[in-house]
């Protein structure tokens, strides 16, 4: 017993004595710098703790592979790449686009006329570039680019691919094409249709001619957003129209007294920052002037400021009776006559606002009778949904009013929103001792879908108490109207109106259509004696 207790006193005491391994090395590889550098460890650490050790810096922008919390194992290569920033801003040229606009008084065989160069416009664009251990990268765009001055596009007048045959001309016949006036008369063909201003600044705003066909009432642009000038072609026919500037400014509505010659009334607003950029001030003023000088010889105020009701601040929509006695005005809620003794509006017919959520507010049209005694019509129809509100109803019904509020009368469900109804003139014909005319609207080909620019519309003639319907145009197989533009001529047999940009008439009783002009580009029209 003795002996074992001593042999295992004895290994213990050899143990004792026997020394330690030698700690576990870990090799690391640095590379950074441009060099590559060997450490050696006993302990793992992490890669951040590692570095902060050997005393190597980093800058915020500087990369560590592998990333800094990672730990550190025999025969790892720690890379650092130093990383640099550099922000630069540098200007762009915008290149100029080349656009080519038809102009009839081109001959056909003219390469065509350049009327604007092109310049390219400038914008600035920034960037952002890391340089990499001394090496720059690929640049990155930082944000939107400036811009400093927009493209100005080059325009060059070609003439039409194909011309037209003549069209006679009953009056006179203006359009607005270009922002310039035309005026054609006798015939369709130049030198008989030709521009009456050279200046591409007449704007769509006010475009009215006298009733003998002489005197052409217009507006010039200008601000970006609203703001313009009242102008006066004194008369159209001169060898060289000469324009003269009327006094009133931002003119909202503007058109001639049918009651005197020389006179006019306007409305104006006052131009605002905001959408849609103006506040209207619902005012009528009709104004007699020398239509030599432009000189105000007289002025009435025939309605004075006001709110102009709900969503007032579009304005007023005024009409005079054709013989200028009476005055019907449009709210955005209702269509009415003005008691031009005592100026109270008394409502003909009331509906409900339309709330299209947008920075404009529906205005309905209105036309006259020749014998001042019906007005046409469209009004904002009943919601066909008990789940839609009323303000949001898709139904725009065509109405005739008496103008002494006996009756109201729709003679079209769901004719469309802009469905602009018009009467003729009354037309002499040998055949009858009765005053015949006709009544045109347009009606939408989906009329529940019909407040919005692409809804297409067809035009129908009907007798003047809406009987007798009939489509005159377009053909089935042709595309709808998209603009809102037509009007009659002075005998009251022909219709003018606006399609696929260019003018084309339209004989009432036979259907017969000619199309008049090729440049594409007509916004307004208006025709008279």
Known sequence: MKIRTLFLILCLALCACTPPPPPTKIVVSVV??????????????????????????????????????????????????RVQEEN????????????????????????????????NGKESVCYRVEIRNGLRQ?????????????????????????????VEIVGTLAYLSKGDAWVMRGSSQLPNRRPVTTGGDVDDRV????????????????????????????????????????????VLYAAWYPATPNTITYSTAEPRSTNPGWDARNDL????????????????????????????WWGTKYYW?????????????????????????????????????????????????????????????????????ADKSPVFNLAILNTDGRFTTEIINQAGIWSNPSFSPFIVSDDSTFPEGYLAYMVARQPLDSVNDSAQYDLYVADRDGSNARKVFPSDTQAGILSREYVWSPDGRQLAIIYQDNVWLIDAASGTTRQVTLDGSVTRLVWAW
């Open 32 to 81: 950074a710098d441009g060099l590559n550098s060997s450490y050696e460890l006993t302990e793992p650490v992490t890669v951040q703790k590692f570095l902060q050790d050997i005393k190597l810096e980093l800058s915020e922008l500087d990369r560590v592979n592998p990333p800094p919390f990672t730990q550190i194992s025999d025969g790892i290569l720690i890379e650092v790449v």
């Open 88 to 119: 630069y801003c540098e200007d762009r040229d915008i290149p100029y686009q080349q656009r080519t606009q038809t102009d009839e008084r081109l001959p056909t065989d003219s390469p065509g006329v350049q009327v604007q160069p092109g310049i």
């Open 138 to 166: 690929t640049p990155a765009q930082v944000g939107d680019p400036v811009m400093i001055q927009l493209p100005q596009d080059e325009i060059i007048y070609v003439p039409p691919p194909s011309s037209l045959d003549p």
């Open 207 to 250: 475009f009215s001619l006298s009733a003998d066909g002489n005197q052409l009432l217009f507006t010039r642009k200008t601000g970006d957003v609203f703001g313009n000038e009242l102008w006066l072609l004194p008369n159209v026919y001169a060898d060289t129209p000469q324009s003269v500037q009327l006094r009133p400014t931002n």
């Open 285 to 312: 003023r009709r104004s007699l002037i020398d239509p030599q000088t432009g000189e105000e010889i007289s002025i009435d105020l025939i309605i004075d400021e006001y709110s102009g009701g709900l969503a007032g």
């Open 321 to 389: 009776s054709p013989d200028g006695s009476r005055l019907a005005y449009v709210h955005a809620d209702s269509v009415g006559i003005v008691n031009l003794e005592t100026g109270e509006r008394q409502p003909l017919v009331s509906y409900e606002v339309l709330n299209v959520f947008s920075n404009w507010s529906w205005r309905t049209s209105i036309s006259w009778s020749p014998d001042n005694n019906l007005i046409a019509t469209t009004v904002h129809g009943a919601s066909p949904s008990a789940s839609l509100p």
